[in-house]
């Protein structure tokens, strides 16, 4: 049928509906419309004009359908959800079990939490975990300065004169290709024996330590053999460490020299190619090496910085931002005749890792052009140093320089800017092979208490970038005991497979002095640490007593989270720290940034607050009420946190000594009582320390039955309190099932399954045959259900989940079902609690066709009314299901039920999905609210590199037998013009790893990304509202009413006429964030508030800058160069020993 052009006034065409004009010519609401922000929406007959009021009343007359009226639909309405309320009495059982409770009060006690006492207690055994480390990390630090200095150093020391275990022997044994394979130098390195050893989740060897020496340091040399010697003693110091405290992990000594001494030995966990670990870029080591850093880095793009210098440059630059922590602040801009910022960031900003990410992928955009001007450079980077307006570090101020070369020393600005007091040190770096004279550069950084470094290569990047904590060691090594002060770290990911841990860290200084009455040694030896994994710390939290919504949490001086239930990174990078911010962990208010800001200060306290908190399945948000305590943790960076809902603050504790009744419950464990009981689940806790865990419920179950046959639930091998509860709560259960499921037919309303899960750690499922179909997390405190339903009153309806991505669901064999579920509040005297979730399961086609008929105009007894050719009848959801829609929608905005049989395989979607135009209707009119958020532990696919302004994904170091092969050794000059020869064959290769070369490591299978997620809630429209959405030709009206007492949106319109009307979709679905989340150049405008650590040290009189660098080079004569040429291209050159990677000065 041709549908006329519209005209306002004019009536609508279609013999199927009553005739009534066009709606308004006003435009259809979208996403920019600007919507109210509080109160309900106006009645609709305030806001149509008379006309358009028509087609809600009944028209005497009519031989057609009108859309119903507004208190038919609240019938509609009131009648769903007498039909749910009557079910869940009958068969969820919530009166039943308050009273099976209370029939059983003689086998439980009421306890109660009090928040105060339970924080501060936690607080004090964290803080006895801790310090018992700080002991042993002290002995060690000790031990280690005493071992060196009585240490005497050998020039003449050989390899085969040292005996330890090589870490990385037995990968490099297993690979042909290695240097040492080749030279066949293993005659020092001990083979050794292990054992698997849960705690460390690897195998071990008490016996020794372990080795471990970055690829490109040469292991032979007189320095590293030097410190192999000196730092053997602190084997036995390791091993008398664990004899007095059993449970310490890794013991580490990280040395200035790259050198790790580890304790136990293990194999080290490299990957297949490329090793890129060096102990000094571990966010430990930085953190004790050095206090706080502002660095502001400036990079000559000159037209004299072009190809393989500009490149050089670049990387190096994106090495030394590895080099800095959280405590650090950083910018980072480029210079020719002016001076600019690389990126977006006019300021310095936190070194944290969204930061650095921004600055690495502006600097690969920088361009080489124009004239040098280190003038521009120096007055840009002091300005920044100057700039007290902005959050910054406050401790160690320094300028990176990197250039090619240049004449001007620029003095006047040193003068101006930091003369007589030097508080800005300069570290100025010449990158490239070229015959400038160096001596500007040398006296910029001798002139500044700083250092010279030169980078001729790529293989030289990595050691030269990061020597320059040698020199802010300086203050720390003069300050003595002051500066012997233990840290402690955020939270990272161990290289050795513990997971996350947080790392004690104690630098040790050289004690040694050159001679009678000479100055005191200046070198950082390297820094102490020792590992606590976070699953220990845990452990001394409660966890079950709290309920499934209660935690502990805990907060650094950045407010990043060290214990947290959403800290679950889904991938870690062991060279990046584990930074969650507590406002990103939890969704972001006014009264959590005050509580932030409170811990942050090492601050008590106490707060109830009305806050939303995202669903376990992430699909949901609900308004609730949290009760907040903090205390800090004293000897500590850290604040710790406990988060109450006023229902847990009591909970039950079983008192079952009567051995015969313990038994008579066990036995509803049994699988052979399932039949007739009803199937249990048991969550996976830890009841007992031999139980074997196992991802399989039904695994878990047999493997605790067995434990219990030969163990009492009083064995002081388990733990005491899971034990008698989940034993109560299943006879508890089982009298359920004897009282109310037995005895009822499910099929006579339609219920797949019903189902009852507890505190305790119990779920039964009745009948049995639905557990097949269960499933749901056998831990109640993990499922989402169970935790929604205590945090809201009535009824809670789950649809199944559906990604948009995936299938229809599969409605065959009546198994696909929709779960209700409510809390069970038991009130005990004057204490209240909720122990238990109980439920039934609908059977979705079923329960689909009983909600056609609860939407008409009959009853179950009449038969569906017909309209007559003379009368005058309302459409209802069951005749007039062609041109009626009647769904209804979660509060997540899910599909839930509906009238149309082809929406039945949609169950589960986001409803926008399903009538785009209808949800945006009721979002515009308030119905639902909007809430987004950033996910920044999600895991992403790595993205192929761009071909302009990427970031190179990775950056190849050649091992020392890459560097050979070009005969490193054999002339500067000569070795310069190989590059430029061989540019445009290897170029690539050297800056970006090949993903051959990674294989195996998780970087290159997954990276870490930032994802956008929104939710939806109710909002402030609680009563019934007529409305139209507005589409020309093409408007529909609709009636949406909150369902009371359940989670539940019933909405009645008309089905579209036509498809004009699409408007833009809300999207529901977890999105990537190209840009790395929110605009970072706009969160740096308002930084969040944090605390740098208590103590800085960048400054000391005594301090010697006499060690600030200098250069070695030698212009080489025409026909030397041109001979050395010809001997690298026919590669006849003998293959030398390798290069020391190890500065000049750690010759000890």
Known sequence: MAVPARTCGASRPGPARTARPWPGCGPQPGPGTRRPTSGPPRPLWLLLPPLLLLPLLAAPGASAYSFPQQHTMQHWARRLEQEVDGVMRIFGGVQQLREIYKDNRNLFEVQENEPQKLVEKVAGDIESLLDRKVQALKRL??????????????????????????????AELDDPESEDVERGSKASTLRLDFIEDPNFKNKVNYSYAAVQIPTDIYKGSTVILN??????????????NRRQDPTLLWQVFGSATGVTRYYPATPWRAPKKIDLYDVRRRPWYIQGASSPKDMVIIVDVSGSVSGLTLKLMKTSVCEMLDTLSDDDYVNVASFNEKAQPVSCFTHLVQANVRNKKVFKEAVQGMVAKGTTGYKA?????????????????????????????????????????????????????SVGQHNYDVTPLQWMACANKGYYFEIPSI????????????????????????????????????????????????????????????????????????????????????????????????????????????????????????????????????????????????????????????????????????????????????????????????YLQANLSDQILQVKYFEFLLPSSFESEGHVFIAPREYCKDLNASDNNTEFLKNFIELMEKVTPDSK???????????LDTGITQQLVERVWRDQDLNTYSLLAVFAATDGGITRVFPNKAAEDWTENPEPFNASFYRRSLDNHGYVFKPPHQDALLRPLELENDTVGILVSTAVELSLG???????????????????????????????????????????????????????????????????????NHQWDQVGRFFSEVDANLMLALYNNSFYTRKESYDYQAACAPQPPGNLGAAPRGVFVPTVADFLNLAWWTSAAAWSLFQQLLYGLIYHSWFQADPAEAEGSPETRESSCVMKQTQYYFGSVNSSYNAIIDCGNCSRLFHAQR???????????????????EAGRLLQKETHCPADGPEQCELVQRPRYRRGPHICFD??????????????????????????????????????????????????
């Open 227 to 240: 410190e192999l010697n000196w730092t053997e003693a602190l084997e036995n110091v390791f091993m008398e």
């Open 141 to 170: 630090a000790d031990a280690a300065e005493n071992f060196q200095k009585a240490h005497r150093w050998q020039d003449n020391i050989k390899e085969e004169d040292i005996v330890y275990y090589d870490a990385k022997a037995d």
């Open 717 to 727: 091998q388990c733990n005491n309190f899971l034990l008698h509860n989940l034993i």
């Open 1043 to 1061: 369902l009371t007492n359940t989670n539940l949106l019933f909405v009645v319109a008309e089905k579209p006429l036509c498809s004009q009307c």
């Open 830 to 900: 004057r204490r209240t609690l909720r122990p238990a979730v109980v439920g039934v399961k609908l059977d979705l086609e079923a329960w689909a066709e009983k909600f056609k008929v609860l939407a008409s105009n009959r009853t179950h007894q009449d038969q569906p009314q017909k309209c007559g050719p003379n009368s005058h009848c309302e459409m209802d959801c069951e005749v007039n299901n062609e041109d009626l829609l009647c769904v209804l929608i979660d509060d997540g905005g899910f599909l839930v039920l509906s009238n149309q």
């Open 459 to 650: 293989g030289a990047i990595r050691i030269n970038t990061q020597e320059y904590l040698d020199v802010l060691g300086r203050p720390m090594v003069l300050a003595g005991k002051e500066a012997k002060q233990v840290q402690w770290t955020n939270v990272y990911e161990d290289a050795l497979g513990l997971g996350l841990v947080v790392t004690g860290t104690l630098p040790v200084f050289n004690l040694t002095q050159d001679g009678p009455g000479e100055k005191k040694n200046q070198l950082i030896l390297g820094v102490m640490g020792i590992d606590v994994a976070l699953n220990d710390i845990k452990r001394l939290t409660p966890n079950y007593t709290l309920g499934a919504n209660g935690y502990v949490f805990a907060i650094d001086l950045n407010g990043y989270v060290l214990l947290h239930p959403n800290l679950k990174p889904q991938t870690t990078n062991f060279r990046e720290p584990v930074t969650l911010d507590f406002l990103d962990a939890e969704l972001e208010d006014e009264n959590k940034e005050e509580i932030r800001r409170s811990m942050i200060d090492g601050n008590k306290g106490h707060k109830q607050i009305r806050t939303l908190v995202k669903s376990l399945d992430e699909r949901y948000i609900d308004e609730v009420t949290r009760n907040y305590t903090w205390v800090p943790i004293r000897s500590t960076n850290y604040s710790l946190g406990l988060v109450l809902p006023p229902y847990s603050t009591f």
């Open 1099 to 1148: 400054y000391n009189a005594t301090e010697d800058t006499s060690d600030c660098g200098r250069g070695a080079s030698f212009p080489p004569s025409l026909g030397v160069l041109v001979s050395l040429q010809l001997l690298l291209l026919l590669g006849l050159p003998p293959r030398p020993q390798p290069q020391v990677l190890v500065h000049a000065s750690r010759r000890l």
């Open 377 to 429: 450079g120096f007055e840009y980077a002091f300005d920044q140093l100057q700039n007290s307006n902005i959050t910054r570090a406050n401790c160690n101020k320094m300028i990176m320089m990197f250039t090619d070369g240049g004449e001007d020393r620029v003095q006047d600005v040193f003068e101006k800017y930091n003369w007589p007091n030097r508080t800005v040190r300069v570290f100025t770096f």
